[in-house]
């Protein structure tokens, strides 16, 4: 069973939408059930994929959900990680936490798109030509 329902991937379809006409990054959300490993290679190997690693500029960023366990984490690709750094990542991943523990997943979820959306612009504009590389539609494993 999807852990989001429709009208929720549908918010964060739009959601990834918003931020990528900010941004020539390409945002993706990937949810599974459970994570039996650390959730950082986990969300690598969904990164590889989903072909997340073939932008461009390099500059894709994932948000892993194993809602089962409660595991989760955010990365970016080699492009946008070498100009944001760890602080970014951890800054983000304590404001997803923030919403988490109060119950409210989908704002997290939410708001780390909207977050990553301003960070992505300030290194990687929005290019007019360039078209969207991936989908914007959650990645739902189960």
């Keep these: 069973m999807a852990y989001f329902d429709s009208e929720q991937k549908e918010k964060i379809k739009h959601a990834i939408e918003e931020a990528e006409h900010l941004t020539s ?12 490993i ?15 690693d073939n932008t461009l500029h390099r500059n894709g960023v994932l948000i892993y959900l194993a809602h089962e366990n409660r595991k989760f984490a955010i990365i970016g690709d080699s492009g946008i990680h070498q100009v ?13 936490q923030v919403h988490f523990k109060s119950g409210n997943i989908l704002e997290g979820v939410l708001e780390a798109i909207k977050i990553t959306g301003i960070k992505l ?9 360039k078209p969207n590389e991936l989908p914007d539609d959650v990645v739902d494993q189960g």
């Design 25 to 36: 990054g390409e945002i993706r959300v990937c949810v599974e059930k459970v994570c039996k």
């Design 38 to 52: 650390h959730p950082i290679p986990r969300a690598a190997y969904f990164f590889k994929k989903l072909k997340m």
């Design 84 to 96: 944001s750094g760890d602080h970014f990542w951890e800054s983000v991943k304590e404001t997803m």
């Design 121 to 129: 612009k300030e290194f990687f504009p929005f290019e007019e030509d």
